[in-house]
Protein backbone atom coordinates (compact mmCIF):
# COMPACT_ATOMS: atom_id res chain seq x y z
CA UNK A 1 0.00 0.00 0.00
CA UNK A 2 2.88 2.29 0.60
CA UNK A 3 4.02 1.96 -2.90
CA UNK A 4 1.14 2.60 -4.32
CA UNK A 5 0.58 5.38 -1.97
CA UNK A 6 3.72 6.94 -3.32
CA UNK A 7 3.25 6.33 -7.08
CA UNK A 8 -0.45 7.91 -6.71
CA UNK A 9 0.91 11.21 -5.21
CA UNK A 10 4.02 11.45 -7.99
CA UNK A 11 1.46 11.58 -10.43
CA UNK A 12 -0.62 13.49 -8.78
CA UNK A 13 1.60 16.06 -8.21
CA UNK A 14 2.91 15.73 -11.65
CA UNK A 15 -0.10 15.76 -13.76
CA UNK A 16 -3.21 16.76 -11.61
CA UNK A 17 -2.11 19.62 -9.89
CA UNK A 18 -1.83 21.66 -12.86
CA UNK A 19 -5.39 21.07 -13.65
CA UNK A 20 -6.50 21.82 -10.34
CA UNK A 21 -9.10 25.13 -10.28
CA UNK A 22 -10.70 26.60 -7.59
CA UNK A 23 -14.74 26.37 -7.77
CA UNK A 24 -16.62 29.33 -8.68
CA UNK A 25 -16.87 31.99 -5.81
CA UNK A 26 -14.54 30.05 -3.38
CA UNK A 27 -11.78 32.94 -3.46
CA UNK A 28 -14.19 35.13 -2.12
CA UNK A 29 -15.65 32.57 0.42
CA UNK A 30 -12.96 32.04 1.98
CA UNK A 31 -11.72 35.88 1.84
CA UNK A 32 -14.95 36.91 3.37
CA UNK A 33 -14.55 34.10 6.12
CA UNK A 34 -11.11 35.68 7.15
CA UNK A 35 -12.27 39.41 7.21
CA UNK A 36 -15.10 38.01 9.91
CA UNK A 37 -12.08 37.12 11.97
CA UNK A 38 -12.67 33.04 10.87
CA UNK A 39 -9.55 31.21 11.72
CA UNK A 40 -9.10 29.29 8.16
CA UNK A 41 -7.09 26.10 8.29
CA UNK A 42 -6.47 22.63 5.97
CA UNK A 43 -6.74 19.13 7.27
CA UNK A 44 -5.65 16.81 4.26
CA UNK A 45 -4.21 13.72 3.25
CA UNK A 46 -2.15 15.68 0.37
CA UNK A 47 1.57 16.07 1.18
CA UNK A 48 3.10 19.21 2.42
CA UNK A 49 4.66 19.83 -1.36
CA UNK A 50 1.31 19.28 -3.49
CA UNK A 51 -0.41 21.45 -1.15
CA UNK A 52 1.69 24.32 -1.35
CA UNK A 53 1.90 23.93 -4.74
CA UNK A 54 -2.09 23.94 -4.98
CA UNK A 55 -2.03 27.35 -3.04
CA UNK A 56 0.22 28.79 -5.11
CA UNK A 57 -0.89 27.74 -8.19
CA UNK A 58 -4.52 29.16 -7.10
CA UNK A 59 -2.84 32.59 -5.31
CA UNK A 60 -4.47 31.73 -1.78
CA UNK A 61 -0.84 30.80 0.04
CA UNK A 62 -1.71 33.71 2.34
CA UNK A 63 -5.04 32.58 2.91
CA UNK A 64 -4.63 29.77 5.67
CA UNK A 65 -3.36 30.23 8.98
CA UNK A 66 -2.53 26.45 9.31
CA UNK A 67 -1.56 23.88 6.98
CA UNK A 68 -1.86 20.12 8.34
CA UNK A 69 -0.32 17.39 5.68
CA UNK A 70 -0.01 14.24 5.81
CA UNK A 71 2.92 12.62 6.59
CA UNK A 72 5.05 10.15 3.80
CA UNK A 73 4.51 7.24 6.57
CA UNK A 74 0.58 7.79 6.77
CA UNK A 75 1.42 7.80 10.53
CA UNK A 76 -0.84 10.66 10.80
CA UNK A 77 -4.66 10.67 10.55
CA UNK A 78 -7.54 13.77 9.75
CA UNK A 79 -8.33 13.18 13.19
CA UNK A 80 -4.95 13.93 14.44
CA UNK A 81 -4.85 17.05 12.71
CA UNK A 82 -8.21 18.39 13.36
CA UNK A 83 -6.96 17.91 17.23
CA UNK A 84 -3.91 20.10 16.26
CA UNK A 85 -6.10 22.40 14.92
CA UNK A 86 -8.45 22.65 18.09
CA UNK A 87 -5.21 22.53 20.68
CA UNK A 88 -4.24 25.77 18.64
CA UNK A 89 -7.63 27.60 18.94
CA UNK A 90 -8.74 26.13 22.07
CA UNK A 91 -11.22 29.13 22.96
CA UNK A 92 -13.22 28.72 19.65
CA UNK A 93 -17.32 28.04 20.51
CA UNK A 94 -16.89 26.11 16.69
CA UNK A 95 -15.27 24.67 14.61
CA UNK A 96 -16.34 23.19 11.19
CA UNK A 97 -15.20 20.76 9.00
CA UNK A 98 -16.12 20.89 5.17
CA UNK A 99 -14.98 17.27 3.61
CA UNK A 100 -15.89 15.12 0.46
CA UNK A 101 -15.03 11.97 2.45
CA UNK A 102 -16.84 9.69 4.99
CA UNK A 103 -13.55 9.26 6.86
CA UNK A 104 -13.55 13.17 6.52
CA UNK A 105 -17.32 12.99 7.99
CA UNK A 106 -15.93 10.39 10.70
CA UNK A 107 -12.55 12.33 11.95
CA UNK A 108 -15.01 15.32 12.49
CA UNK A 109 -17.24 13.54 14.24
CA UNK A 110 -14.19 12.39 16.40
CA UNK A 111 -13.47 15.92 16.87
CA UNK A 112 -16.91 16.97 17.81
CA UNK A 113 -16.42 19.67 14.37
CA UNK A 114 -19.75 20.45 12.71
CA UNK A 115 -19.25 18.71 9.05
CA UNK A 116 -19.95 19.99 5.69
CA UNK A 117 -20.42 17.39 3.13
CA UNK A 118 -19.30 18.62 -0.35
CA UNK A 119 -21.28 16.34 -2.61
CA UNK A 120 -18.22 16.69 -5.28
CA UNK A 121 -14.81 16.01 -4.80
CA UNK A 122 -12.68 13.29 -4.73
CA UNK A 123 -14.80 11.18 -2.08
CA UNK A 124 -18.24 12.48 -3.63
CA UNK A 125 -19.85 11.84 -0.09
CA UNK A 126 -24.09 11.58 -0.22
CA UNK A 127 -26.82 13.00 1.48
CA UNK A 128 -27.76 9.19 2.75
CA UNK A 129 -24.67 9.35 4.28
CA UNK A 130 -24.76 12.45 6.29
CA UNK A 131 -28.23 12.73 8.08
CA UNK A 132 -27.52 15.50 9.98
CA UNK A 133 -24.99 17.61 8.25
CA UNK A 134 -25.02 20.40 5.97
CA UNK A 135 -24.44 19.26 2.49
CA UNK A 136 -22.96 21.51 -0.40
Known amino acids: AEAATKQYRQIYTEKYISES ?12 L ?7 CIATMKT ?6 L ?3 NDMSDVFEIVHTALAN ?3 TKTDMLEFIRE ?7 YFMVGDTIGDLESAMNMKYEFIGAAYGYGKISRDSC ?3 IML
Do not use: F, I
Open 21 to 32: VLYDGMSEVLNT
Open 34 to 40: RAEKCHL
Open 48 to 53: QEQVER
Open 55 to 57: LTL
Open 74 to 76: GKK
Open 88 to 94: VYPNNSN
Open 131 to 133: SSV
